[in-house]
């Protein structure tokens, strides 16, 4: 049996001053976003997210739980289980002609 994981699923994303937090399902932090409205951009030099970017990438990082996949992992009884693709079998390897 695997060990619990340490950052639990789902990850949400949660509205902060200034931008964004990306939580897990035990309310932890695990990441913050920051951003400037489109006029604050001028003064705040180049580089800097706007809020919406800000809010796209913690959206995005939220959804890494569900996209992990499995890589030929051994369980308990040492028994390896197939790769996976997100929960989906392989797709069969085409052969050359």
């Not at 695997?2 to 699923?9: I, L, T």
């Not at 604050?40 to 800097?48: D, M, N």
Request: some cysteine; charged content about 25%; proline content about 10%.
């Amino acid at each position: 049996m695997s060990a619990p994981r340490k950052m639990p699923a789902p990850w949400n994303v949660e509205t902060i001053p200034s931008g964004y937090r990306v939580v897990d399902s035990q309310g932890r932090a695990l990441a913050y976003f920051y951003g400037l409205d489109p006029k604050e951009l001028a003064a705040a030099g180049h580089q800097r997210l706007t809020k919406n970017e800000a809010r796209r990438v913690a959206a995005n990082i939220a959804k890494l739980p569900d996209l992990q996949c499995t890589d030929g992992v051994s369980d308990a009884s040492g028994t390896t289980a197939p790769p996976t693709r997100c929960g989906k079998e392989s797709p069969p390897k085409l052969g050359r002609r």
